[in-house]
């Protein structure tokens, strides 16, 4: 299996740009999890889905920012507009249903807003 | 909400042992479980445990006391490629939510 899949790996973008990430879980994986990675607040989780549908989205920060996931191989995360305090690395990660804990990260995008 | 503590830094040498203590303070609680972050990689998982006691993989070791809300990761026979983020994080259901990690260097 590839893992997760993450694009792009790297996005420089100005304030105020639209911010589009991407992700695809690993077949067969019934939970998807989009986290955020930054020195001053750690490892958050801001959303996550169970077999497409989102469960718990208490983590995203503020209504600039969106998740979709339209199918099970597929999911999104938007932001705008996007502000400098959203530079992060952003990582999605799935898991499958008989092992919760256990979750696999995709390699993560690096996001800078300028 | 979730709390958790964990020291920010361990050094120690090649074949050495280290313990990465963690307490939580949390409202539901399912487990614990620890991820291994190489600089500039992703988080992997290392261990999970639900149920007091010692749960050994390799040379990697995880303990819980759910009583004293406590448990401690063990490195041994540390090698160079050891050197990493070690975070805990505590399991609410399918919600994950993690320590600020602690950095460990081996040195030669």
């Known amino acids: 299996d590839a893992g997760v899949i993450q694009s792009p790996r790297h996005e420089v973008t100005e304030m105020g740009q639209e911010v589009t990430l991407r992700c695809k879980p690993i077949?067969?994986?019934?939970?998807l999890f989009w986290y955020r990675q930054t020195m001053m607040r750690g490892l958050e989780l801001l959303i996550y889905?169970?077999?497409?549908?989102?469960?718990?989205d208490s983590g995203m920060p503020e209504d600039r920012f969106s998740a979709k996931m339209p199918n099970a191989s597929f999911s999104t995360l938007k932001i705008q507009p996007s502000e400098p305090r959203d530079s992060a690395v952003y990582f999605c990660?799935?898991?499958?249903?008989?092992?919760?804990?256990?979750?696999?990260f995709g390699p993560g995008t690096r996001l800078t807003v300028l | 909400g979730q709390s958790l503590e964990q020291p920010s830094e361990v050094t120690a040498v090649e074949g050495a042992i280290v313990q990465i203590n963690c307490t939580y303070q949390?409202?539901?609680?399912?487990?614990l479980s620890w991820y291994q972050q190489h600089d500039g990689g992703a988080p992997t998982f290392l261990s999970y445990?639900?149920?007091?006691g010692l749960e050994e993989t390799g040379r990697f070791s995880s303990f819980l006391s759910r009583s004293d809300s406590y448990g401690y990761l063990l490195l041994q026979e540390l090698q160079m490629k050891d050197s990493a983020s070690y975070f805990c994080?505590?399991?609410?259901?399918?919600?994950?939510?993690f320590g600020a990690g602690t950095t460990v260097t081996v040195r030669a």
């Open positions: 077949s067969g994986h019934d939970y």
């Open positions: 994080a505590v399991s609410n259901d399918y919600k994950l939510s």
């Open positions: 445990n639900a149920l007091d």
């Open positions: 889905f169970n077999n497409n549908v989102p469960i718990d």
């Open positions: 990660a799935s898991s499958p249903g008989t092992s919760p804990s256990e979750q696999f």
């Open positions: 949390t409202s539901g609680f399912y487990g």
